[in-house]
Nanobody, 120 residues
């Protein structure tokens, strides 16, 4: 069982990127899924969360630029990032609460991170 993040890369200021996070393996249920990011020399910070019902929250710095979503049938979460700024440069990590078997507790899993670089 693992979370696999992808979609990072280089974008110009004002550009867009779309990140994906797939939960792979034998999973019974997924609770809240989230994106975090960590810039060099800074603490990890919450970017966005999405519940199984589609409810979302965002970090204050997002200000309408990012949209988080998930496809429950594919066990996949997405982060559409628009109007990117150089300060968005960071490693983006996905996180999810996974229940592997019915009746188990949800356990927090982390993806490996995907690097987003915003530069001209």
């Amino acid at each position: 069982v693992q979370l696999q993040a992808s979609g990072g890369g280089l974008a110009q200021p004002g550009g867009s990127l779309r990140l994906s996070c797939a939960a792979l393996g034998n999973i019974f249920s997924i609770d809240i899924m989230a994106w975090y990011r960590q810039a060099p020399g800074k603490q990890r910070e919450l970017v966005a969360t999405v519940t199984s019902a589609g409810g979302t929250t965002y970090g204050n710095f997002v200000k309408g630029r990012f949209t988080v979503s998930r496809d429950n049938a594919k066990n996949t979460m997405y982060l559409q990032m628009n109007s990117l700024k150089p300060e968005d440069t960071a490693v983006y990590y996905c996180n999810a609460g996974l229940m592997l078997n019915s009746g188990d507790r949800y356990t927090s899993y982390w993806g490996q991170g995907t690097l987003v670089t915003v530069s001209s």
